[in-house]
């Protein structure tokens, strides 16, 4: 089993920029891949990024441009950064893991309001 728990999340306004941070515990040395979702209100959980344990990196369209995944193996810390927020930007993050299941952390709110 492996757990996942995000931070960072938060209120920020238009412009602002966010760092999430999600840690992973438990069977860590399974995991190959990590990565960052989203889900909007009303929508479908999106990716935003995902990272390999070599550190390449793959962003889905909502993660291009403004999103930057990386990671720290030691740690077993990933992180999105995000810059210039757009009210778009709302909804929960998700980290996830991927070993020869999928898991996933709680979520973490990320509000973009003036």
């Known amino acids: 089993q492996v757990q996942l728990v995000e931070s960072g999340g938060g209120l920020v306004q238009p412009g602002g920029s966010l760092r999430l941070s999600c840690v992973a515990s438990?069977?860590?040395?399974?995991?190959?891949?990590m990565g960052w979702y989203r889900q909007a209100p009303g929508k479908q959980r999106e990716l935003v990024a995902l990272?390999?344990?070599?550190?390449?990196?793959f962003y889905g369209d909502s993660g291009k441009g403004r999103f930057t995944i990386s990671r720290d193996n030691p740690k077993n810390m990933v992180y999105l950064q995000i810059n210039s927020l757009k009210p778009e930007d709302t909804a929960v993050y998700y980290c996830?893991?991927?070993?020869?299941?999928?898991?996933w952390g709680q979520g973490t709110q990320v509000t973009v309001s003036s």
């Open positions: 996830h893991a991927r070993s020869s299941v999928h898991y």
């Open positions: 438990g069977r860590v040395s399974s995991i190959s891949t």
């Open positions: 990272i390999t344990s070599g550190g390449g990196t």
